[in-house]
T-cell receptor, first 113, second 115 residues
Framework: DTEVTQTPKHLVMGMTNKKSLKCEQHMGHRAMYWYKQKAKKPPELMFVYSYEKLSINESVPSRFSPECPNSSLLNLHLHALQPEDSALYLCASSPLPNTGELFFGEGSRLTVL | GENVEQHPSTLSVQEGDSAVIKCTYSDSASNYFPWYKQELGKRPQLIID?????GEKKDQRIAVTLNKTAKHFSLHITETQPEDSAVYFC??????????????FGKGTLLTVNP
């Protein structure tokens, strides 16, 4: 299995809702990432988990809460989002020690009303 | 931190022509340079990469060149086809085997191949 799987593919939520994005990989990768991508822009790094521990938080607002329950799963919990948070959220994984390559999921397209 | 500049932002070519996209980076410690292709609504897909101990790498119609002294690298696509139309991102990183791994992307190039 060489895929990173993300669910849901599309999500529409109101500003008062609580929702979660999920990511799963079975490649044995021990680093997992959340990226945010706005239209016509490059992916922006949000969080990095290494060996299931948060190693990088790129000053992301607390309304985004990551969780790594085990080496295969990565969640992003969403609460009290703003319309400007609407974007494509990409999960990625890489082996550790890192070789540089990132394997991206298809993304979850989030719309905040 | 690393800064990656990418040019041009848009590129339009006729089918069969070549396309060249150029990137420069700022951190001389960077040693891994991937290129991603992203079609509309899809994930970024790695199409080719190069490491700092290599000057050029080819894969069929795609090639990447790296000039470490000048800190720039380029993507070359020959015999372009309409299905090459997409946004292309260059990126740079320091691949040291550590766990705090960050990939810095260029702003992207929208390539349009006209039939």
């Amino acid at each position: 299995d060489t895929e990173v799987t993300q669910t849901p593919k599309h999500l529409v939520m109101g500003m008062t809702n609580k929702k979660s994005l999920k990511c799963e990989q079975h490649m044995g990768h021990r680093a997992m990432y959340w990226y945010k991508q706005k239209a016509k822009k490059p992916p922006e790094l949000m969080f990095v988990y290494s060996y299931e521990k948060l190693s990088i938080n790129e000053s992301v607002p607390s309304r985004f809460s990551p969780e790594c329950p085990n080496s295969s799963l990565l969640n992003l919990h969403l609460h009290a989002l703003q319309p400007e948070d609407s974007a494509l959220y990409l999960c990625a994984s890489s082996p550790l020690p890192n070789t540089g390559e990132l394997f991206f999921g298809e993304g979850s397209r989030l719309t905040v009303l | 931190g690393e800064n990656v500049e990418q040019h041009p932002s848009t590129l339009s070519v006729q089918e069969g022509d070549s396309a060249v996209i150029k990137c420069t980076y700022s951190d001389s410690a960077s040693n891994y340079f991937p290129w991603y292709k992203q079609e509309l609504g899809k994930r970024p897909q790695l199409i080719i990469d190069i490491r700092s101990n290599v000057g050029e790498k080819k894969d069929q119609r795609i090639a990447v060149t790296l000039n470490k002294t000048a800190k720039h690298f380029s993507l070359h696509i020959t015999e372009t086809q309409p299905e090459d139309s997409a946004v292309y991102f260059c990126a740079a990183s320091i691949s040291s085997g550590g766990s705090n791994y960050k990939l810095t992307f260029g702003k992207g190039t929208l390539l349009t191949v006209n039939p």
